[in-house]
């Protein structure tokens, strides 16, 4: 946590003002810790840095746990009153709110880097095995392929396909079967699978097996993954 004016940048735990704060739950007022029972022997009163005065609001985490404390201090008794609970509240309201955007942030770099490295596997099986993935949207007409169905079909991945150029990649004589598998996608949500003849890029033609599943809503049929 940050300080200023403090030079001390941490007590003993049998010593620390902030420790009783956080077991009390609640904003902790000390007008003359001379006079306090809890504070009169403390050797941050008897001797340097000679607190006196200690106003301090407990910090929360998103979940409840108390993290710290967000604290004044003075080397004069009576240097702070009730009257500034409600602002020390404030500013320590907006101290949790910095901590838990950074928690979050720091959460969401780490899936971040989970999701990263899962399709980094995900793209090494697919080169592995030969096997490409798709997704198509029926209703939006809109269609993504990964790396390895572009180098199926021989092509560039930085190359936009749409669903009308994917089915005109299938030899004619098997175009109708791809446009029927898609209809009965479209109007059932059924999975389908069927093998047909793909001219890739370069002019050579392959055959392989397609499969998809696919689920209905109530606008029309969501996006439908499958493999090539």
Sequence with gaps: MERTGFDVEETPRNWSFCSVCIARGGAMLVED???????SQNPLVIGEPNIRSYLGIPIASESGALLGTLCVIDRQPRAFSRDQIPALRVLAELAEQCITTHARTLDLSRANASLRELNRLFKQAETAANIGS???DLVHDTLRWSDQVYAIHGLDPAQPVTVEDAIGFYTPEDRG???QALLDA???GEPFQFEANVRRGDGETR???RSASGSMSMTGPKASPGLP
């Design 177 to 179: 079967i791809v446009q």
């Design 33 to 39: 810790a001379r006079q306090h029972d809890l504070f």
């Design 134 to 136: 798709w997704r198509v």
């Design 207 to 209: 055959r392989g097996a």
């Design 186 to 188: 479209l109007d059932r």
